[in-house]
T-cell receptor, first 113, second 112 residues
Framework: EAQVTQNPRYLITVTGKKLTVTCSQN?????MSWYRQDPGLGLRQIYY???????DKGDVPEGYKVSRKEKRNFPLILESPSPNQTSLYFC????????????FGPGTRLTVL | GDSVTQMEGPVTLSEEAFLTINCTYT??????LFWYVQYPGEGLQLLLK?????DKGSNKGFEATYRKETTSFHLEKGSVQVSDSAVYFC???????????FGSGTKLNVKP
C-alpha cells in the first residue's frame, strides 16, 4: 500500500530534550516536506527536500533541522524543543514538485512542557 | 510573498444545501491551486487541483475554477452530505520557490 508513515503519532516531552520525528514514504517520491498545523494558521511549511541531500527552509524553519540521506526517509529533528513548538506535525511527499499532488502522513501530535 | 486566504468557519449547512467556500491567493508567478480535505484525526487528502488559468478541478461532486483575473479558486458543491463534514484547505504551489502555501482551513459541518 502506498503510504507516508510517521512515528511517533503522539509525544509529550520537556523543554530542551532532543527529539526526532521520523517520516518514511514507499512511493519513490523525490519531494518531501514537513508542516506544522496550528489553530487558525492552517499548515505552515517547515522544511522541504527536492531530493536526496537537497533540503531547504520553508516559512517557519527556526528551531528545526532535517536530513535527507535516503530517498524514502525525511526525519524532523528538534534539538532543543520549546513550548511554542507544541503543535500537530505532518510529513508529506510528492513525485516531484511539478506533479504537485502531495500525500500526507497521519500526523504527529507533539506537546512540549 | 505568496499567501492563501480562505473564508473563516465554521460553516454549518443542512444536508443537500449548496456549498461555497471562498479562496483567494497572492502569488508572484503562475501557481498550481489545490483543495485538500482533512477528516477528523486524519492527515490531509487531495480533493481537487487546477494547474493553469481557467482550468476546472472536480472530484466527488466538488468543483473549483482557477480564476487568474480575480486570483480566486472557490470550492463549490451542489448538494452536500453529512459525510462531507471536514476541514477544507485551499493551497498553492509556487514552482519558482519550490514551496507550498496553505490557507487557514474552513470547517464544514453538515447536519442531517
Amino acid at each position: 500500500e502506498a503510504q507516508v508513515t510517521q512515528n511517533p503519532r503522539y509525544l509529550i516531552t520537556v523543554t530542551g530534550k532532543k527529539l526526532t520525528v521520523t517520516c518514511s514514504q514507499n512511493m519513490n517520491h523525490e519531494y518531501m516536506s514537513w508542516y506544522r498545523q496550528d489553530p487558525g494558521l492552517g499548515l505552515r511549511q517547515i522544511y522541504y527536500s527536492m531530493n536526496v541531500e537537497v533540503t531547504d527552509k520553508g516559512d517557519v524553519p527556526e528551531g528545526y533541522k532535517v536530513s535527507r540521506k535516503e530517498k524514502r526517509n525525511f526525519p524532523l529533528i528538534l534539538e532543543s524543543p520549546s513550548p511554542n513548538q507544541t503543535s500537530l506535525y505532518f510529513c508529506a511527499s510528492s513525485l516531484d514538485l511539478l506533479s504537485d499532488t502531495q500525500y500526507f502522513g497521519p500526523g504527529t501530535r507533539l506537546t512540549v512542557l | 510573498g505568496d499567501s492563501v486566504t480562505q473564508m473563516e468557519g465554521p460553516v454549518t449547512l443542512s444536508e443537500e444545501a449548496f456549498l461555497t467556500i471562498n479562496c483567494t491567493y497572492t502569488a508572484t508567478g503562475y501557481p498550481s491551486l489545490f483543495w485538500y480535505v482533512q477528516y477528523p484525526g486524519e492527515g490531509l487528502q487531495l480533493l481537487l487541483k487546477a494547474t493553469k488559468a481557467d482550468d476546472k478541478g472536480s472530484n466527488k461532486g466538488f468543483e473549483a475554477t482557477y480564476r487568474k483575473e480575480t486570483t480566486s479558486f472557490h470550492l463549490e458543491k451542489g448538494s452536500v452530505q453529512v459525510s462531507d463534514s471536514a476541514v477544507y484547505f485551499c493551497a498553492l504551489s509556487d514552482h519558482n520557490f519550490n514551496k507550498f502555501y496553505f490557507g487557514s482551513g474552513t470547517k464544514l459541518n453538515v447536519k442531517p
